[in-house]
């Protein structure tokens, strides 16, 4: 039997910064690991007007909102997905970083920009 679908019930705005978390944590020099084993965010992205990118991907900046949301950032780190400090740090869990969103070739669009 596959894994559950989504194990934590995250809402769609918590799935989508998970989702962008996990993209950013693998671009190099956007993280870093820390001693506890887990993957701190040490710079994100820049909007270019309605997008940004990571990586090799381009991102709506509609479906980025939740980066900057104080509730996400809280609801993520509740669940054991992540560890922040609001609004400083915000560091993904092992099994954070292991989450199956589900989501991400519906929110990191490959290819130049939209």
């Not at 996990?22 to 007007?49: K, L, S």
């Not at 980025?64 to 104080?70: K, Q, S, V, W």
């Not at 950032?73 to 970083?97: D, F, V």
Request: glycine share 10%; net charge negative.
């Amino acid at each position: 039997m596959p894994p559950k679908a989504n194990p934590s019930k995250l809402n769609p705005l918590q799935l989508r910064t998970l989702t962008l978390l996990q993209a950013i944590a693998r671009i190099p020099g956007a993280a870093a690991a820390t001693p506890e084993g887990d993957i701190a965010i040490t710079q994100f992205p820049h909007a270019h007007g309605d997008h940004f990118h990571l990586g090799d991907a381009t991102v709506r900046g509609s479906d980025a909102t939740g980066l900057e949301n104080e509730n996400v950032w809280n609801a993520l780190s509740r669940k054991g997905l992540a560890k922040c400090e609001w609004p400083h740090q915000i560091a993904l869990t092992p099994a954070g970083m292991a989450y199956d969103t589900g989501i991400a070739d519906q929110i990191l669009h490959q290819g130049g920009h939209h």
